[in-house]
């Protein structure tokens, strides 16, 4: 009830709704949206060797106008992430880059509340697979 009195004696206020448009935003840093990219991409990548470098990931994030042409569900940042991993070969290389993409771009509009509309994968290394029975040294 307005105006009630606690046991302390205070009177509390009553709680008033501040409208969206007037409330505060949060804002996710680039960094953090970088890891969550690299996390997504190790979530969806087999385990390499020891050697093999674990995927990194940069992002620039873009922060849209709030007169801009945004539907009232879009979100109000985008972020276009760059992926770099090692790969084992032979592998199908093609589907694990569009499998890393995918799962990238989901775990970051999910996580961060971002658009993605572009992940870039860059394939630094590949990793000859080792296989039980297969000849050490050079492959030809």
Same mark, same amino acid.
Do not use: F, N, W
């Given at each position: 009830?307005?105006?009630?009195?606690?046991?302390?004696?205070? +009177? @509390?206020?009553?709680?008033?709704?501040?409208? %969206?448009?007037? @409330?505060?935003? +949060?804002?996710?840093?680039? @960094?953090?949206?970088?890891?969550?990219? %690299?996390?997504?991409?190790?979530?969806?990548?087999?385990?390499?060797? %020891?050697?093999?470098?674990?995927? =990194?990931? +940069?992002?620039?994030?873009?922060?849209?106008?709030?007169?801009?042409?945004?539907?009232?569900? +879009?979100?109000?940042?985008?972020? =276009?992430?760059?992926?770099? *991993?090692?790969?084992?070969?032979?592998?199908?290389?093609?589907?694990?880059?569009?499998?890393?993409?995918?799962?990238? %771009?989901?775990?970051?509009? &999910? *996580?961060?509340?971002?658009?993605?509309?572009?992940?870039?994968?860059?394939?630094?290394?590949? =990793?000859?697979?080792? $296989?039980?029975? &297969? &000849?050490?040294? @050079? $492959?030809?």
């Amino acid at each position: 009830m307005p105006g009630q009195a606690d046991r302390l004696g205070e +009177t @509390r206020r009553p709680l008033t709704v501040v409208p %969206a448009a007037e @409330r505060g935003a +949060t804002r996710i840093a680039d @960094r953090v949206v970088a890891k969550i990219a %690299a996390q997504a991409a190790r979530e969806v990548l087999p385990a390499l060797p %020891a050697e093999a470098g674990a995927p =990194h990931a +940069t992002v620039v994030v873009r922060r849209h106008e709030k007169g801009s042409d945004r539907s009232a569900g +879009t979100p109000a940042e985008s972020a =276009h992430v760059r992926v770099s *991993l090692e790969l084992d070969y032979p592998s199908d290389i093609g589907g694990r880059c569009g499998a890393v993409r995918r799962h990238v %771009a989901e775990r970051v509009e &999910a *996580l961060a509340g971002m658009e993605v509309p572009e992940v870039a994968v860059q394939v630094e290394r590949l =990793h000859l697979a080792h $296989t039980p029975g &297969a &000849a050490q040294g @050079r $492959t030809r």
